[in-house]
């Protein structure tokens, strides 16, 4: 991919220039390189991503397949910055301003997006759920012949999954009732129907209390973009800038992330952060948040915030179109319309097959740059002891 064989011989480069003796003033060129370098693989890289999110085939914005590569990009951009702030520099710089504030905000950001990657990955969990639930009516409704006891089975278990859905944002009992009470008319089938909920509600809590019950996504994620605030002046050539970029990505990814992916406590999400929009390696960053915002308000309209995440999306609206065929139902079917429930069925077999394929790897991501970054806060927080050190000696 260009995008990591650009940062080999970025990476490289800061390498060599390392173990070169090089006059102050050429060094300080270089390091004006390398930050111009550095903003451009960045606009790039989410010029990229934004030109994927409009994928109308299946992976688009949002897609298990996109959230991999905005992955893919955070560990790229991450891997430079980490070599722009350490490479070839005085530990002691660090200890100075305007790095000496810079550094430790970044950090508790980073401490912050810990968090939201342990909740994120356990939510991947939650997903999997969906996805074995949605398996279990589409193996149902493929049977041929196709009778009662099939759509039975496929109708509780696509009840299963609405009352997931729902119970995961903790929307209000009477609105979910009227979006998924089908059916749901005599007093059998109410108790039925609560029988499940009980179950369901359960099988969440299970899945979901990785993380203290006070815990909040939303508000992690505003905590994380307070303080966000780009360098000025002389600032914005110097090495407070690529701490600010990778600030925003973080920031960024991590709200990505919580938008899509159904964890603890979404509620009070933010649609918007402050980005510049004079920064030209923003661009892209700021487009696709202006996407994703449209997305959580449109769905929010709808009371419908179990995750943005196009795959559950997708099960979410196949299944209300097949509960609502489940519910009509009647020996031997219409054949027109037997057809038309096989393409859906077909279209959310798919979706499984993409989940089952897309969910693990997209999980082992998310751990991935959780050590990634751990091990660079350890990197970060060794170079500033040895500068304390070295100050130390000479004073």
Same mark, same amino acid.
């Given at each position: 991919?260009? +995008?990591?064989?650009?940062?080999?011989?970025?990476?490289?480069?800061?390498?060599?220039?390392?173990?070169?003796?090089?006059?102050? %003033?050429?060094?300080?060129?270089?390091?004006?390189? %390398?930050?111009?370098?550095?903003?451009?693989?960045?606009?790039?890289?989410?010029?990229?991503?934004?030109?994927?999110?409009?994928?109308?085939?299946?992976?688009?914005?949002?897609?298990?397949?996109?959230?991999? !590569?905005?992955?893919?990009?955070?560990?790229?951009?991450?891997?430079? =910055?980490?070599?722009?702030?350490?490479?070839?520099?005085?530990?002691?710089?660090?200890?100075?301003?305007?790095? %000496?504030?810079?550094?430790?905000?970044?950090?508790?950001?980073?401490?912050? +997006?810990?968090?939201?990657?342990?909740?994120? /990955?356990?939510? &991947?969990?939650?997903?999997?759920?969906?996805?074995?639930?949605?398996?279990?009516?589409? *193996?149902?409704?493929?049977?041929?012949?196709?009778?009662?006891?099939?759509?039975?089975?496929?109708?509780?278990?696509?009840?299963?999954?609405?009352?997931?859905?729902?119970? !995961?944002?903790?929307?209000?009992?009477? /609105?979910?009732?009227?979006?998924?009470?089908?059916?749901?008319?005599?007093?059998?089938?109410?108790?039925? #129907?609560?029988?499940?909920?009980?179950?369901?509600? @359960?099988?969440?809590?299970?899945?979901?209390?990785?993380? /203290?019950?006070?815990?909040?996504?939303?508000?992690?994620?505003?905590?994380?973009?307070?303080?966000?605030?780009?360098?000025?002046?002389?600032? /914005? @050539?110097?090495?407070?800038?690529? &701490? =600010?970029?990778? @600030?925003?990505? *973080?920031?960024?990814?991590?709200?990505?992330?919580?938008?899509?992916?159904?964890?603890?406590?979404?509620?009070?999400?933010?649609?918007?952060?402050? &980005?510049?929009?004079?920064?030209?390696?923003?661009?892209?960053?700021?487009?696709?948040?202006?996407?994703? +915002?449209?997305?959580?308000?449109? !769905?929010?309209?709808?009371?419908?915030?179990?995750?943005?995440?196009?795959? *559950?999306?997708?099960?979410? !609206?196949?299944?209300?179109?097949?509960?609502?065929?489940?519910?009509?139902?009647?020996?031997?079917?219409?054949?027109?319309?037997?057809?038309?429930?096989?393409?859906?069925?077909?279209?959310?077999?798919?979706?499984?097959?993409?989940?089952?394929?897309?969910?693990?790897?997209?999980?082992?991501?998310?751990?991935?740059?959780?050590?990634? &970054?751990?091990? #660079?806060?350890?990197?970060?927080? %060794?170079?500033?002891?040895?500068?304390?050190?070295?100050?130390?000696?000479?004073?």
């Amino acid at each position: 991919m260009p +995008a990591t064989d650009n940062q080999g011989s970025f990476l490289n480069r800061i390498s060599i220039r390392r173990n070169q003796v090089v006059s102050m %003033d050429g060094n300080h060129e270089q390091e004006l390189e %390398d930050l111009e370098l550095f903003q451009k693989h960045v606009a790039d890289r989410f010029a990229d991503l934004l030109s994927q999110s409009e994928d109308t085939l299946g992976d688009g914005l949002l897609s298990i397949s996109w959230l991999r !590569k905005l992955l893919d990009v955070f560990l790229c951009c991450e891997a430079e =910055y980490k070599a722009i702030l350490l490479l070839g520099r005085d530990p002691s710089q660090i200890s100075k301003p305007p790095l %000496d504030k810079l550094v430790p905000e970044f950090h508790d950001r980073v401490v912050k +997006a810990l968090d939201v990657c342990n909740a994120v /990955s356990h939510a &991947v969990e939650t997903v999997r759920n969906y996805q074995k639930l949605a398996e279990i009516a589409v *193996t149902a409704l493929e049977q041929r012949p196709i009778g009662d006891g099939q759509v039975r089975r496929a109708k509780k278990a696509l009840n299963s999954l609405m009352i997931l859905l729902e119970e !995961k944002e903790g929307s209000n009992h009477k /609105s979910t009732e009227r979006a998924w009470s089908f059916g749901r008319r005599s007093t059998n089938a109410t108790t039925s #129907s609560s029988k499940d909920r009980a179950t369901s509600a @359960s099988q969440f809590r299970s899945l979901s209390w990785s993380m /203290s019950r006070g815990w909040s996504a939303a508000k992690q994620i505003q905590a994380m973009s307070s303080n966000l605030v780009a360098p000025r002046g002389g600032e /914005s @050539s110097s090495p407070a800038l690529p &701490v =600010y970029i990778m @600030s925003t990505i *973080t920031v960024f990814v991590m709200w990505a992330l919580v938008a899509a992916i159904p964890c603890q406590e979404r509620n009070g999400l933010l649609t918007h952060f402050p &980005v510049s929009k004079q920064l030209g390696w923003a661009q892209s960053i700021i487009a696709l948040q202006e996407k994703i +915002a449209e997305e959580w308000k449109k !769905k929010k309209e709808k009371n419908r915030l179990a995750g943005l995440l196009e795959e *559950t999306q997708r099960i979410e !609206k196949l299944g209300v179109s097949l509960i609502e065929f489940a519910d009509s139902f009647q020996f031997p079917p219409d054949a027109d319309r037997l057809e038309e429930v096989a393409v859906q069925v077909a279209e959310l077999g798919e979706t499984c097959k993409k989940m089952e394929e897309g969910l693990l790897p997209l999980q082992q991501q998310i751990r991935e740059v959780f050590h990634r &970054v751990v091990r #660079s806060r350890t990197e970060v927080l %060794d170079l500033l002891d040895q500068g304390g050190k070295a100050t130390a000696s000479i004073m």
